[in-house]
């Protein structure tokens, strides 16, 4: 596996962590990151290894898997 797979995982780890936060912060009741529930924290995890799980099984995939990753 090449340096630029990790890359790839981590900038798509870095985005789905980023989602629910961002979403979370326009709410009008949450003033900064102490307001943020454990839900959303909760959220923003699962949706990172999620992220990470995918771009990195994906280029695991054995060659006669078909991926426009690649």
Known sequence: MS?????KAIV?????FLGPIAGALAL?????FGDLTA?????????????LGAILGLQAAP????????
């Open 3 to 7: 340096i630029q797979y990790l890359v």
């Open 12 to 16: 798509a780890g870095a985005i789905a």
């Open 28 to 32: 009008p009741d949450v003033v900064g």
């Open 39 to 51: 839900g959303v924290w909760v959220a923003a995890v699962v949706a990172l290894l999620l992220a």
């Open 63 to 70: 060659p006669t898997v078909s991926t426009s990753i690649r």
